[in-house]
């Protein structure tokens, strides 16, 4: 438990250290909704802002990904075989990046109202929405995490994560979309909590899966 | 005889193709061309199919509530019938179903939106002319069910289905030789075992690929014909396509991978997550979101209520063959693989 935390720790020091990289995907996520405020103005549709929403999540997701296991290129991965097992260090590094990708998430929830207005909002549940988000970024930056460490050890590129993310990522989409879309539309915790159950289902059987299978390709 | 299944295979398979295309519908009506009924004097025209309205004596008429008028019936040929009826200006029920009986097809019953126009509708009405409906029997012949909408269509259950059945026993096949070679212990030999287990699973899943894909077809085509669409938003379809997605994401991340020892490991470890991603589009994400498929918001796949007898009588042996085909397809596969091996060893 004290190494999953030097190493969460150590994620986060190394990323106040080089600043430039976080404040890139926070450009990413202002940019993009700013985009879709140029061109969109207002929106109307529930479907049309839970599709943004969730474009703006998934590329930000997708960027933060890339320095995830790639940071670790220069032989660091080597040092981390000898400091901890697999497990914790996939732990560390899962943790770290789903509250990455939740606190990105969160900005963008932000932004949007910012720019959006107010009345698309007015029938949303902020709570729900809130967990379902939260359920969501944890569900996402798991997975994620898990295909890096993989596309890591396979060739030590990022660019395989994403090809493999887009269809792994697909189930928690569906999911996410759909709930999304329900909440805004004003749906109760009675209508929403099936959605929930599935994402809270998917996110565990990712977690657990992770777990299983980590120890047996991390040390190659 | 380590043909046997081969045999057996080969012979349900060409069992099940030939039933499944040759064998008819039971006969039904399917349209009739009128959408409201008036007081007085009406025509309808009744198409049939696999009716026999001119081989045998055939009354004809429709159905109101518990209700039945019979009409003076002019049969065209086997597949058309014509029905004059003469209809009152009230009626008990607004609920109309088409009917026809003769002593081949039995008891024929048409649901299709009618409206009753100009009759007023008044529960209480009654006549002493009336005649109350009679249950008459139903054909009771050898026959695939004739559905509406389905159709001629329903002939598609032994193509399609069985794919999704082959692709999930090959793909499981595929789970449990990846777990053998993440389960190796240390020896001697480990490399070369472990090579083997991920040849096997590499083939498997390409035939189940294969069968993915052809599902994937069957579907498409059974979807333009009762859906109207190529492609509908059913979660069973947006599933398999990213069950397709992901197993193609396997192959990429081979062909990534120069060092063998270092793919046989990594693929291993996809192949498992990606066998529980299956598990959980096809079969769990399915039963969360309403859908197209039968035995929707509960249940993904066909209940026990859908297929009727005749139906298991070639569907299981069509299941059978499929699954037989599937398995031989690979081990073709692999004797290529190690033909093609032992050449490239002489040559070198």
Known sequence: MKAVYILFKKEFQLDMRKKQLLFGILLFVLSTVFTCYLSLETIEDSKVLAALFWIVGLFAAFNAMQKSFQQEQNGTDKLLYTLASPRQVWIAKAAYYALLILVLNLLSILLFSLFFGSDIWSRTSMGLLLLAVSLGSIGLGTALTFLSALSFKANGSASLTVVLGFPVLMPFLFSLTSVTVNILDGASWQVASYGMMLLAGLFLTTAIMSLFLVPFFWKS | ?348
Not at chain 2, 151 to 159: A, G, H
Not at chain 2, 297 to 322: C, E, H, I, K, M
């Open chain 2, 1 to 348: 005889m380590k043909h046997w299944y081969k045999i057996l295979g080969s012979i349900s398979l060409l069992y099940a193709c030939t039933f499944s295309l040759y064998q008819a519908l039971d006969p039904a009506l399917v349209v009739a061309d009128t959408t409201q009924l008036r007081s007085g004097y009406n025509r309808i025209e009744l198409a049939g199919h696999y009716t026999h309205f001119k081989d045998a004596q055939t009354t004809a008429g429709i159905r109101v509530g518990e209700y039945y008028f019979q009409g003076d019936v002019q049969p065209s040929d086997n597949g058309k019938i014509a029905i004059t009826l003469d209809l009152p200006d009230t009626l008990p029920s607004n609920a109309i179903l088409f009917k026809a009986y003769n002593s081949i097809d039995g008891e024929l019953i048409l649901n299709q939106a009618c409206s009753i126009g100009n009759i007023v509708l008044d529960t209480a009405a009654t006549d002493s002319s009336w005649v109350k409906n009679t249950k008459l029997e139903k054909y009771s012949g050898f026959g695939f069910p004739n559905l509406p909408i389905l159709n001629e269509t329903i002939r598609n259950l032994m193509w399609h289905v069985p794919m999704w059945f082959t692709m999930f026993f090959i793909m499981i096949l595929s789970f449990s030789n990846s777990l053998k070679l993440l389960n190796l212990k240390e020896s001697s030999n480990r490399l070369e075992k472990m090579l083997k287990f991920d040849m096997r699973s590499t083939l498997l899943n390409e035939v189940g690929v294969l069968f993915c894909v052809l599902g994937l077809l069957t579907g498409s085509l059974w979807a333009r014909y009762t859906w109207g669409d190529w492609w509908t938003n059913d979660p069973q379809l947006n599933g398999a396509l990213v069950v397709f997605l992901v197993y193609s994401g396997y192959f990429i991340l081979r062909a990534s991978i120069d060092d063998e020892d270092k793919r046989a490991r990594i693929s291993a470890v996809f192949n498992i997550f990606a066998f529980v991603l299956m598990f959980i589009l096809l079969m769990i994400m399915p039963r969360f979101a309403a859908g197209l498929h039968p035995g929707k918001s509960g249940n993904p796949a066909f209940s026990q209520y859908d297929l009727d007898s005749t139906l298991r009588a070639v569907f299981y042996p069509a299941v059978f063959g499929w699954i037989c085909l599937g398995y031989w397809l690979y081990s073709v596969r692999i004797r290529a693989k190690r033909i093609k091996e032992e050449l490239k060893i002489t040559e070198d």
